[in-house]
């Protein structure tokens, strides 16, 4: 069934933390343009301070290097700003400042080391993004739990986000795309944790800490791996998993939504399916994000859409009559998106028989002028399935 939301635009109100600074208007444009719009946007929103983004995306001259005007320098030196912030009320016993302080730092190191650490200075911005989500994990309450979860002879690590008095949550299984990892989806999964999920993030296979093996078709085998290990864990009921995937990982939501029974349910978010392999129109930070998660060179345009293709679920014979989605799934997108447009929504929702499809009217890959709307109601959905899950036991 489809469920088409209509909502004006969101006025979200955004604070400083440094000095006021001149704000960019969005009509108005960088000499370079580095990245979209929509990422300026998004990062505007994750760190409630859209001055500050916009002035220090002004800031940058390069995008290479790892002097002033950098993209490394200049988002790394807003990051360690705020990271002393945090050593500071940490160390007068401020948790809920420290948290925060520590996060926002975590961000903008992240935002240094996009779209996927392969520049100078990117390797070491993200060590810093990482060590700070942890530090700030520290003061989530419940704490955040690191996890080493054994895969191909060696371990990925995950971090489990726990819900407040509630013993042995259901587990939801969160994965962000080639350019969004673990660190990165602090923002979005609070609705779900609020509604008494576990919720566990970690890296896809090509992004991220798990960037030592390449992105295939196939590498939702990552998440049958962690559903073996998650199964028997202490802290969860095992025996209700779901996973929800953005974007890259959309896409091995819907796989796994029909190859992995052991999902109570799936939701698919700006996954491409079939259609969107085949775009070649790629923005420069998407091309680079990809071509390092599929281990070949970003100049190599050919080969990589060549091997695109091979994700396809149609052409490999996943995708073909109305009960191939083998799980409750939900299917959310903008209606803009040409990475993951209508056509491949619909063929995946047309594909089995409980799926349920949302598409957001005017907006573009993974929904951001709708997601603080959205994401509450996706949670609620998880609680639904959850429920009629619970009862057919």
Known sequence: MALRLKQALLGIALSGMIAPVSLLAESDQHDDEFVEERRLRLWSAQTKNRDLVYSTY??????????????????????????????TFAAGGEREAARD???????????????????????????????????????FEPRLVVLDIPFDGQSIRGYLHMPADVEKP???????????????????????????????????????????????????????????????????????IAHVGFSFSGYYAARNAITEDRLFAVISACGPIHDGWKNTDRAW????????????APDDTDAINQYMQGFSLVNQGLLGSNDSVRRPTLIVNGDLDHLAPVSDLRLLADSGQETDLWIMGGDQHCFGQYRSV???????????????????R
Do not use: C
């Not at 190191?109 to 990482?130: N, S, V």
């Not at 795309?177 to 993030?201: C, E, S």
């Not at 998407?286 to 070949?296: F, N, P, R, T």
């Open 58 to 87: 002004l800031r940058i001259a390069e995008m290479q290097g790892t002097g002033p005007g950098s993209w490394v320098y200049e988002w790394s030196r807003i990051g360690d700003y705020f990271a002393r912030n945090g050593d």
């Open 101 to 139: 302080a520590f996060l926002t730092a975590a961000k903008f190191f992240g935002i240094a080391r996009f779209p996927a650490k392969t520049l100078p200075g990117q390797p070491e911005a993200y060590r810093k993004h990482l060590h700070y989500y942890e530090m700030a994990g520290q003061h």
């Open 170 to 240: 259901p587990l939801i299984l969160w994965n962000g795309g080639i350019d969004t990892w673990k660190g990165d989806v602090y923002n979005n999964i609070q609705p779900y944790i609020d509604r008494g999920f576990a919720l566990l993030t970690f890296d896809v296979l090509g992004t991220g800490e798990s960037s030592a093996w390449a992105a295939q078709p196939d590498s939702n085998k990552l998440h049958s791996a962690v559903i073996d290990y998650m199964q028997t864990h202490p802290l969860i009921d095992g025996r209700y």
């Open 285 to 296: 930070e998407i091309q680079e994000a990809l071509s390092a998660a599929i281990h070949m």
């Open 374 to 392: 959205v994401m509450p109601k996706m949670a609620n959905w998880l609680v639904e399935k959850l429920a009629a899950s619970k009862e057919a």
